[in-house]
């Protein structure tokens, strides 16, 4: 069991850059394939970055790629979504997934563990 909380969240103005940051505690995260998710009101939860339980593979959706970084620090039991040149599309609750397993997943259902989300609002 693994538990995981999210922060770096906020307002940020169009083109502005954000951090997010996955905890994880009660195991060792170094075990679990992360995911991070996003859902914009009135939209369907969306697959935005994967990374492996080593690091050593990651995806990025196509609309985020040169924009978006996903990494993570076993040592520290963290993830990590980098975010620059910010859209106001990119407006969404931003919420951070564990799955058992070396690989990510693009689909939601394979990711038993979930944070409880941080807000990011992008202004125009």
């Known amino acids: 069991q693994v538990q995981l909380v999210e922060s770096g969240g906020g307002l940020v103005q169009a083109g502005g850059s954000l951090r997010l940051s996955c905890a994880a505690s009660?195991?060792?995260?170094?075990?679990?394939?992360a995911g991070w998710f996003r859902q914009a009101p009135g939209k369907e939860r969306e697959f935005v970055a994967g990374?492996?339980?080593?690091?050593?593979?990651?995806y990025l959706k196509d609309s985020v790629k040169g924009r978006f970084t996903i990494s993570r620090s076993n040592a520290k039991n963290t993830v990590y979504l980098q975010m620059n040149s910010l859209k106001p599309e990119d407006t969404a609750v931003y919420y951070c997934?564990?799955?058992?397993?070396?690989?990510?997943?693009?689909?939601?259902?394979?990711?038993?563990?979930w944070g409880q989300g941080t807000q990011v609002t992008v202004s125009s």
């Open positions: 997934a564990g799955a058992q397993g070396r690989t990510w997943y693009k689909v939601e259902s394979e990711y038993p563990y």
């Open positions: 009660g195991r060792t995260l170094s075990i679990y394939a």
């Open positions: 990374i492996s339980a080593s690091g050593g593979s990651t």
